[in-house]
């Protein structure tokens, strides 16, 4: 018997990459299933920055890269940071990471003691939660619903933080819920934290670009806590680049130095290749992916209006990203006869047998009387979804 750590046994699957493997394990067995339970754009990276990574497999950048990032990259995403977001960074504050995911990790794994507390606005991204296991600290849940546009306030914030507080960690754009924080509202915020200067901030801004509502507003504008912003973002996202594993960093000196040490004991630099890729994206124009942008927007408001016609079922109107976070609370304790959905785990596996439809469960992300719906994808396909779920929920009583 092979007796795995603690650590590892500690930490649970991805419900997301484990909902997209129970597809792909059905579809391999001939049913024709849809799966909205990833998180990716899908549209194609646009070609000057294909072609930026075919040059650069031209010019042999095949060596060895920089633990932190290529000088050029770091110097253009400081630029990108002051065109964008009106923040000034230097060369030396960003850390290049194999996809912001794997800089969450650095930054609370360097910030971060065994018995800490972190602060996690619910509903959150599923990692965030595991990466604060493997830190040893210990999770403060806040929970943010539908009726605040999932979106906790100053008051529960204030409420919340102790003398353990350690670091907060929230996206915006939000994933899985699409919200999107006003400057106001990070205003407010970031005045509560000004109060408690022993805690970090980690900004996940990594669906900066899938905005509907214009500008995107940073926590790390606010001078009086700006030093303890770490921002996080990346090409994934923005510039559909999920394969190219490239995310990022902008912190304080001493952090990101911290993390580019503790990066270098673990993966070293990121890919040569992903790593020109993304200067091309730095320095692109965002609106040159506007057409994905009005395309999501236009995906939503199709799925909005479809589901006006599946009973039970209740959303906000999300300002970012590409899901809905939908309350289906009403359906539990319901069954056809063979299945009894008891929570929203249930609820998922019921349509993805029932109806072949992959979702993600709320537990997920902090929240079972939610499912999380990806509507990165085809309108046909979303058409076709809301329809196969209508009709299998009719068979529920």
């Known amino acids: 018997m092979i007796h795995l750590s603690d650590r590892i046994t500690r930490l649970s699957e991805s419900e997301t990459l484990a909902m997209s493997r129970m597809?792909?394990?059905?579809?391999?067995?001939?049913?024709?299933?849809?799966?909205?339970?990833?998180?990716?754009?899908?549209f194609f990276t646009p070609d000057e920055i294909k072609k930026a990574a075919s040059q650069a497999i031209e010019d042999n950048y095949s060596f060895y890269t920089p633990v932190n990032g290529y000088q050029d990259?770091?110097?253009?995403?400081?630029?990108?940071?002051?065109?964008?977001?009106?923040?000034?960074?230097?060369?030396?504050?960003?850390?290049?990471?194999?996809?912001?995911?794997?800089?969450?990790?650095?930054?609370?794994?360097c910030l971060v003691n065994p018995g800490d507390e972190v602060i996690i606005p619910t509903p959150y991204w599923v990692s965030y939660r595991e990466i604060v296991k493997m830190a040893e600290a210990e999770a403060v849940y806040v929970k943010a619903g539908i009726d605040h546009?999932?979106?906790?306030?100053?008051?529960?914030?204030?409420?919340?933080i102790t003398e353990n507080t350690r670091m907060f960690i929230f996206s915006s754009p939000c994933n899985?819920?699409?919200?999107?924080?006003s400057r106001a509202e990070l205003k407010a915020l970031a005045e509560v934290f000004a109060r408690h200067p022993k805690v970090f901030i980690i900004a996940d801004e990594i669906y900066e670009h899938i905005n509907f509502?214009?500008?995107?507003?940073?926590?790390a504008q606010f001078d009086e806590i700006k030093d303890r912003v770490i921002l996080v973002n990346g090409v994934s996202k923005g510039f559909a680049m999920t394969g190219w594993r490239?995310?990022?960093?902008?912190?304080?000196?001493?952090v990101a130095k911290a993390c580019t040490k503790l990066q270098g004991q673990f993966t070293s630099g990121t890919s040569s290749i992903s790593q020109r890729a993304a200067l091309e994206a730095m320095k692109t124009d965002p609106e040159t992916t506007r057409d994905m942008l009005e395309k999501f927007r236009e995906r939503r408001d199709l799925v909005i209006n479809l589901l006006k016609d599946v009973p039970g079922t209740n959303t906000n109107t999300p300002k970012g990203a590409f899901y809905l976070f939908i309350n289906v609370k009403s359906y539990f304790g319901k069954s056809d006869g063979d299945l009894k959905i008891k929570d929203a785990s249930d609820f998922c596996m019921y349509l993805l047998k029932k109806a072949h439809i992959a979702l993600v469960p709320g537990s997920a992300f902090g929240d079972d009387e939610c499912v999380r719906f990806s509507y990165a994808t085809s309108n046909d396909l979303l058409t076709e979804a809301v329809e196969r779920m209508k009709n299998a929920l009719k068979k529920l009583s």
């Open 23 to 42: 597809s792909r394990e059905l579809k391999a067995e001939g049913h024709d299933v849809i799966n909205l339970s990833v998180g990716e754009p899908d």
């Open 73 to 109: 990259l770091r110097e253009a995403i400081c630029e990108k940071l002051s065109r964008d977001n009106a923040l000034t960074y230097t060369p030396d504050q960003i850390v290049v990471s194999t996809g912001a995911k794997q800089a969450i990790a650095n930054a609370v794994l």
């Open 149 to 160: 546009d999932f979106k906790i306030t100053p008051e529960q914030l204030e409420e919340a």
């Open 176 to 181: 899985p819920t699409g919200s999107v924080y």
């Open 213 to 219: 509502d214009g500008k995107h507003e940073s926590i």
């Open 246 to 254: 490239l995310g990022y960093l902008a912190a304080h000196p001493e």
